[in-house]
């Protein structure tokens, strides 16, 4: 278990942000640790990526090891709500070296590759390593960059959108419940209680942390189904950082009714209807609908980045994108 006490002071702290280079860690994290969980789409995309691209290193390390811990230093502190991709890429060139030899040592030693097993440190990476932290960290940048475009530009627009969607949902549930509640509502391991905000972890994890924080970064992503804990440590770690928390987006259709003028009651149905790819004439068969009606609806929602589109065969087959992860 997680704890990270806050007092008043810290709760002043607690803020929300979207994380374009985040999205992509957690992308990367469950290609190489849990790829069973991504949508077909999803892992032919990252894994096209990854070798199309020749991006081994990144690979490596993003992919957590057979331990599952990713570097913290790919998913840099956002400064801002909104971080600009070239600023985050900036953040992980420039990473500083005791930094990345402590997170390193944290994974070679026992987070994501167990020395005393059969499932040591991959060669690769310590070869990389060989030639000094700065350019590690130069080369991650420009290998998680082009993963970036490769697999995941193509569809920001729309994670985005969900993404902010999220967070307006949030500071809703803030205004209407008060923040321990709101806190609570994030994910079904997280948990505000006696000051405290608790991540609980798996039952086989022996992971277990208590520190005191003065800010918190909530940052939600598609890509997740349960809160993970990132960056934040004891007292004497180098260059530390403020605890970070990524916690599962909401789904389209949990959304508040703030969302109604631009869904409404029609297109929420279509909505309902996407969980999985389907084409326009069987949604207006379901639905009772023109497929007039239905294409004017899809365009609308496409437009806002809430559903996405791909061609198959002859048809053109529309899915939402909380039914993609």
């Keep these: 278990m997680i704890r990270i006490r806050l007092g008043a002071r810290g709760l002043g702290g607690v803020r929300f942000a979207v994380s374009p280079m985040g999205s992509a860690k957690d992308l990367l994290r469950l290609v190489g640790f849990n790829p069973g969980t991504l949508t077909p789409s999803w892992r032919s995309r990252a894994t096209d990526a990854l070798t199309r691209h020749r991006l081994g290193l990144l690979a490596v390390v993003g992919g957590g090891g057979p331990l599952g811990y990713a570097p913290d230093f790919l998913r840099p502190e956002p400064p801002a709500f909104l971080t600009d991709i070239d600023t985050a890429l900036h953040q992980i060139a420039t ?17 994501s590759w167990d020395p005393g097993s059969g499932h040591p440190a991959p060669r690769q990476l310590l070869q990389a390593l060989g030639r000094g932290e700065d350019h590690f960290a130069r080369r991650l940048a420009d290998e998680m960059a082009r993963f970036w475009h490769a697999a995941l530009k193509p569809s920001w627009p729309a994670i985005r959108t ?57 940052t939600p992503s598609v890509f997740v189904d349960r809160a993970l804990f990132c960056a934040g440590e004891p007292p004497g770690t180098p260059a530390p950082r403020t605890p970070l928390i990524v916690y599962p987006a909401a789904k389209v259709d949990c959304l508040p009714p703030a969302q109604d003028p631009l869904i409404g009651a029609t297109r929420r149905k279509l909505l309902a209807e996407l969980s999985q ?27 806002a980045g809430l559903v996405t589109r791909a061609r198959r065969s002859r048809h053109v ?3 939402r994108l909380g039914g993609m992860v």
């Design 95 to 111: 990473t500083p070296q005791e930094r990345i030899r402590y997170e390193l040592a944290e994974a070679v030693n026992g987070h």
């Design 162 to 218: 969900r993404l902010e969607a999220d967070v307006t949902a949030r500071a809703s549930d803030i205004t209407q419940y008060g923040l321990a509640e709101a806190l609570n509502r994030l994910a079904p391991n997280l948990e505000w209680r006696d000051g405290e905000l608790l991540v609980h972890l798996r039952t086989d994890s022996i992971h277990r942390l208590t520190l005191d924080a003065e800010a918190v970064i909530l």
């Design 277 to 303: 790819p389907r084409s326009t004439t069987e949604i207006a068969k379901r639905l009772y609908l023109s497929p007039a009606t239905v294409s004017y609806h899809l365009q609308i929602l496409h437009r």
């Design 317 to 319: 087959l529309y899915q």
